[in-house]
């Protein structure tokens, strides 16, 4: 650590750097760095002049830096001892003051019509592209011709307010004079925010900058006009170059000489942009959550939600979490209806290639990076940044409405839209990329109704329906017994029915359970119908005094209704076919958004090796399946197995973890297998046998411990309950 600090203060010449931690009073300078122990303030301990030390003092006191008018920069140490003159007093360097010039000096500064002929970056060379992918290596390191951006004249000109940025990028919030704020996002990624700090500065974290080259460095700009084609909204991004500007004031030095996208932020009012459907309101994706759990009258267009999903996956943009969201929303009745605008499309073509990151694509690993191809192989893996986002806005549609919106991308993205968009690119770039890109894209579209429908199976196999913090009314009707119809209304002191707000007929054959939370407000819920089969239904009734009812009947020991609330106050009429899970604990009743876990089912390689056999060699699977409330999963397996290759001894294991079986006692089995082959050391019974050393001579063996051998068969299974 110190060394890296080193490294970074040698950059900076005079720089000074004050600790406090150390009781004590120093000065000490190394090349060109100032270092200033004040640590003294209320006590002290023993320090003396070592190398570099220019001064060193046991005592109470202070260091004071004095900055004069002409440059000179002076340390002084002060005691109490001696309360007129400091202890010890040396100007450390000199370094007159240079004033910046005035800022209409800067505003006479013209880049309009200026381009540069300039590359993305020249970090992304590798010597081992069929271990690491060759990626768009090529496109990140060919100049094209890039407008030079003026931000003095630039909509009249724009001020810096603020700097932002995720994980991989870094950003500049701008506003014009009209209050219309804009962004520039750095073209070029950096991935240290993205490693742990265990990690920075190591092998691992220049692994993570080089698959930086995986992500096209101009995908963002060619993606307007498909989307307008889809009727998706969108964002204008446009290519410049950011010029060593001093306008840029304190952000100069990290954005000066790159290239940058710059559009307009989609935030506030924004009624004369109709790729932000003329909104006069857009918010964040928190914002809509806090309105819809606020009031039922708000509402979230789910429709408009689906196609921009599918979009999504057309262009294989994996990262779309929350925030990579704004909703334009629109008055609708006493509530808004809001609608998504997604944002940040710079993971839009990622591909995965070489050795390394076909690996880490797996299944079992981090399926997200499947990569541009010309087909998924796991949809539900690529869109795992979404997951949580697509269980809360994407809970109504019907498996018909997913085809049905998949078809209508089809029509819409048509080749000659797609061919046009990718041909924006420079042609030095479309020559490197564009074929193989737009044959991707015209391949990802036949494959949408697929995508649709392997998406929309997996997201349907657990539903929460979700209330809000007014009063809803909920209706579970079991039809028959393959569909299930869930309707929510509003509810008012008047009418348990006032207005339908959510209504989907489930199917037994898509879905395993359907979760209604009720949150706050004074709900209703009512289950009825008779079937032989049907679909678990879980009722969390929220804070508010709700009133539950199941006259449901489905044929079976099995419950298929689980009520979730707290003991007093609320009202509860249950059937046979309900399971009263009420609880005094004051979590009974929580919604929790973001609960979904993938089940994973992961290989094992496993190996060893005994003097006795030889080499083992085997493999295995630990397999995860996640339930409500099930933490940190419902149950675990870990199957493994290995065989001995020359005595032919093999070993089977079985270890399993059910968590709460019994309340909040957690089951585990462990079974083990060894045969016909296994070994031990058996030297006899008690506690005083002893080892003969000459028992090879004695008994014939080849070594002494041969003799205390035993082969044998194992059977061993046990289980136990244990509190979580």
Known sequence: MRNIFDEVFNQHPNLIYVAGHEHSLQYIKKDSVHYVVSGAGSKSTFVKQKEYSRFAHEGIGFAKIRFDPGGEVTLEFWSPKSPYDPIYQQQIFVNPYKPLPDIDSFNQLDFTDSTVYVNASDQYETENPKMLGNNYREAWKTKIEVPVFDIGREKGGLEILKRGGGQQTRSLRLEAKNGHQYVLRSVEKYAEKAIPDALRSTVGADLVQDQISASHPYAAYVIPPLAEAAEIYHTNPKLVYLPEDPRFGEHRVDFANSLALYEERPAGNRKTMPHFGNSKKIVSTPDVLESLYDDNDNRIDQRWVLKSRLFDMFIADWDRHDDQWRWASFKQGGGRLYRPIPRDRDQAFFVNEGILMNKVKRKWAMPKFQGFDYK?????????????????????????????????????????????????????????????????????????????????????????????????????????????????????????????????????????????????????????????????????????????????????????????????????????????MTSDRVNVNRYERNDFVYDRLIPLVIGSINRDDGIFIGGGV??????????????????????????????????ATFTDVFGLWDVKLDTEISAPNSVTNFFGFGNETTFNKRADEDFEVSKAIDYYRVRFKYFNHQGMVVQN
């Open 376 to 580: 998924f192989s796991y949809v539900p893996g690529f869109n795992f940044n979404a997951r949580y986002f697509d269980r809360d806005f994407l809970n109504e549609p019907s498996l018909e409405d997913w085809i049905n919106t998949a078809d209508s991308l089809q029509n819409r993205l048509t080749d000659e839209v797609i061919e046009n968009a990718i041909r924006l690119w420079p042609e030095p770039i479309f020559e490197l990329d564009g074929e193989e890109v737009i044959a991707k894209l015209k391949s990802q579209r036949a494959h949408l109704k697929e995508y649709a429908i392997e998406q929309y199976k997996f997201l349907a196999k657990t539903v929460s329906v979700r209330g809000s913090n007014k009063k809803e009314t909920f209706l579970v009707e079991r039809l028959d017994d393959t569909n299930t119809r869930v309707r929510m209304y509003k509810r008012t002191n008047k009418d348990d029915q006032d207005e339908l707000i959510y209504d989907r007929t489930f199917h037994i054959d898509e879905t395993n359970e359907v979760r209604l939370y009720g949150l706050d407000g004074d709900d209703l819920f009512e289950v009825s119908g008779n079937a032989d089969k049907g679909i678990l239904v879980r009722i969390i009734g929220g804070e508010g005094e709700d009133i539950i009812k199941d006259q449901s009947k489905v044929r079976g020991a099995k419950k298929h209704t689980r009520v979730y609330d707290t003991k007093q106050g609320n009202t509860l009429e249950l059937g046979k076919e309900a399971r009263n």
């Open 622 to 655: 630990i397999y995860e399946n996640h339930g409500f409330r099930k933490v940190p999963f419902r149950s675990k397996h870990m199957f493994t197995a290995q065989g001995a290759l020359a005595t032919g001894a093999f070993q089977i294991k079985h270890n």
